[in-house]
């Protein structure tokens, strides 16, 4: 059922308790000392750990105090057992993060139903963790191609921009509009058309650095945000995305579909107090690419 761990350093004790959690199912680690516990707990992160208070080297409350600093092991539920039922002693164990104090000698079954609170309350935290993340996933990629939405883009480019300002860096910024768009939809339908932004996508991750941000800004308009660039190479980056763009086809129920894309690039200048600045002249040069005749990219230096 759970993977358990048992810190105590009598063997007895250890015993005990793994005859019952074996008979309940539970996979059973143990360790005889704070030390080796957080060791059994880095290498095996065990669902819960029932950790003894009295113990040489360090002591349960030591112990719980190492597992809490350490972050991939913090949320794990720890249940002190102790002889000692003082309540300042169980108050002191709460308040430095146990999830439950019992008292030994216990009674297995009291022990067991405490552990499924525990664990129930883990499972509700790791549920919504994981809600969570999918929600901010949801705020900032845009569904279909998964590349940054818009709003993220200027959220996540800004800072950036302010950075590079502030250091005294370059910073370079790449608009892309996929060429007659629209004849994708019409010949091969809005699925190819789906399909080759997808692959545009996947074109500009290959083709770019880990750090670039790239955005789609709706329809078939993307945006690279290259923080570190100089405008001689944003330019060179945006040059090998159009050549991969162009030299890829990719098939859709049988047709091998191509398609081009034009760009424009600038970076920052002196003077630039806004990102927006960029947006709008990356935005000029990339219609000029069009007017010029398309699968080209201009940049303004
Ligand atoms: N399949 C698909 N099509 C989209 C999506 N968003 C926008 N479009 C279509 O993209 C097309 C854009 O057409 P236009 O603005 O004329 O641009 P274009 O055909 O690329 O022409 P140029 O940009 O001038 O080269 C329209 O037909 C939109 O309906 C989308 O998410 N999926």
């Known amino acids: 059922m759970a993977k358990v761990l048992v810190v105590d350093d009598i063997e007895d ?12 199912d539970h996979e059973v680690l143990t360790a005889n000392s704070g030390e080796e516990c957080l060791k059994q707990a880095l290498a095996h992160k065990p669902d819960i750990i029932l950790l003894d208070m009295m113990m040489p080297g360090w002591s349960g409350a030591e112990t719980l105090e190492r597992l809490k600093q350490e972050p991939s092991l913090a949320q794990i539920p720890v249940i002190m057992v102790s002889a000692n039922d003082a309540d300042d002693a169980i108050i002191g164990a709460i308040d430095i993060g146990a999830h439950d104090y019992i008292a030994k000698p216990f009674i297995y079954p009291v022990l067991a139903a405490r552990m499924r609170s525990a664990l129930r309350l883990k499972e509700s935290q790791e549920a919504l963790e994981k809600a969570n993340l999918s929600l901010s996933k949801l705020a900032s990629l845009d569904p279909l191609t998964e590349a940054y939405n818009r709003r993220y883009f200027f ?4 800072s950036e921009f302010a950075k590079s300002l502030r250091h005294n860096r370059q910073l370079s910024v790449i608009m892309l509009d996929v060429d007659h768009f629209k004849q994708i939809n019409d010949n091969f339908g809005h699925g190819a058309g789906d399909q080759a932004l997808v692959k545009l996508t996947q074109y500009c991750r ?5 750090s670039d941000i790239l955005a789609r800004f709706g329809g078939e308009e993307f945006a690279i945000c290259c923080a570190d660039t100089d405008s001689k190479g944003a330019l060179a980056l945006a040059e090998r995305i159009r050549q991969a763009i162009e030299e890829a086809s ?52």
């Open 13 to 24: 004790n250890i015993k005990l308790l793994c005859f019952n959690l074996e008979d309940d």
């Open 155 to 158: 959220d996540l480019a800004k």
């Open 250 to 301: 990719f098939d859709y129920e049988g047709n091998a579909i191509k398609f081009t894309a034009s760009m424009g690039v600038t970076s920052l200048q002196p003077g630039d107090q806004e990102f927006e600045e960029l947006i709008s002249r990356a935005d000029k040069l990339l219609y000029q690419a069009k007017d010029e005749g398309r699968n080209r990219c201009i940049s303004d230096v």
């Open 206 to 210: 290959d083709t770019g650095r880990e």
